[in-house]
């Protein structure tokens, strides 16, 4: 794919890692905001990128690059994938997809009208010990409980309490513990159960953010609890998912799934389970992306947007239990 790369903040600079092993992907453009070009010629430097711009509609007009990744804040990811799809884009939009449902929506209804691939990068869903934890899952007989926890006391907390708000921590801009960190969480939970019977969140809320929250899902026969802070810390994020037959119990936090340990109902270690081919996280979605853009596998992008428009109504639902208004 010939990619375009909107921002240059810490994710842009975490995936930028990656590409020298991304052999399908040439980095067209980079796009950012004048205040950021120093970082932006930087990086193009760094990394062999075609070219800088500080104005999307200047990259669209001048540029050639099919396929968008949006890395910006969250309350932008619809305006820069809506104006992308508009022009003939293929789009791969940061976590969380947008902040409102009915942006989501819309955004797969122009795909869709438009036969354009529309992607969430949402590392987990594509993590090789996901899969093969997903394969594992019906050795724990009846699934009664999930509980996943991803508590990560966040530096931009301490600016928030100084009283400085960043995107991460502003409501206006689709910030907060449910959509930055709990996410993975449902991604996690929704991507092995589908969209829950209710949904009911239980946000510690300061000046009209969630800076974490308890989020439970109902599945009928299974139960599943997602945590997720940034206020406050839980010093291994785990996941365990309990079974009538047996345990898994997911090492580390849920967007990296550093590996998971399978148990008997006597608690007895039956198997340790460490599949993902590449150190980074993010290694595994963007190889997927490359094969479907090169495929124009539209089959399997409807597939991966049904999932994400389950998390986003699950998100939607949360909300609005919680009377959180975003964006
Ligand atoms: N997949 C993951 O593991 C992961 C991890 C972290 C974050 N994320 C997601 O990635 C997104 C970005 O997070 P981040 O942590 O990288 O945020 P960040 O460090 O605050 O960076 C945001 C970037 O967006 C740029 N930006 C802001 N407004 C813009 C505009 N109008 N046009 C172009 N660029 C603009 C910012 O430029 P200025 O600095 O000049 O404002 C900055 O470069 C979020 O949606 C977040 O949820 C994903």
Do not use: C
Not at 283 to 308: C, P, T, W
């Amino acid at each position: 794919m010939k990619l375009a790369i909107i921002g240059s903040g810490m994710i842009v600079h975490d995936f930028l890692t990656i590409t020298k092993d991304l052999k399908n992907t040439e980095l067209t453009a980079i796009i950012g905001t004048k205040r950021s070009l120093d970082t932006l010629q930087e990086l193009k430097a760094q990394y062999q990128i075609g070219a800088v711009y500080t104005d999307f509609e200047t990259a669209l007009l001048d540029s050639d690059f099919d396929t968008v990744y949006v890395a910006v804040p969250n309350f932008l990811h619809y305006g820069f994938a809506k104006k992308a799809l508009e022009n003939g884009k293929n789009v791969i939009s940061e976590k969380p997809f947008t902040v409102k449902y009915s942006e989501f929506l819309d955004l797969k209804r122009i795909a869709l009208e438009k036969r354009l691939i529309l992607l969430e990068a949402i590392t987990n869903q594509y993590l090789q010990n996901y899969l093969d934890l997903k394969k594992k899952l019906p050795e724990l007989g009846d699934l009664k409980l999930i509980e996943s926890n991803y508590s990560q006391y966040s530096s931009r907390y301490d600016a928030f309490e100084a009283g400085k708000v960043l995107p991460a921590f502003d409501p206006k801009k689709g910030g907060g513990a449910l959509m930055d960190i709990n996410i993975y969480n449902v991604h996690f939970i929704v991507g092995l159960l589908g969209r829950p019977q209710s949904v009911q969140y239980l946000p510690n809320i300061e000046r009209e953010i969630d800076t974490s929250g308890i989020l439970m899902l109902d599945y009928g026969n299974t139960k599943a609890v997602a945590i997720g802070a940034k206020d406050s810390a839980s010093p291994i994020g785990k996941t365990v998912l309990q079974g009538n037959k047996g345990t898994i119990v997911v090492n580390g936090p849920t967007n990296v799934m550093s590996s998971f340990d399978v148990y008997d109902k006597d608690k007895k270690l039956l198997e340790k389970v460490d599949h993902n081919i590449y150190p980074h996280r993010m290694y595994q979605e963007f190889v997927e992306f490359e094969q479907i853009i090169q495929k124009n596998d539209l089959v399997g992008v409807a597939q991966r947007l049904q999932h994400s428009e389950d998390v986003m109504w699950v998100v939607d639902q949360a909300l609005k239990s919680a009377d959180l208004q975003l964006g």
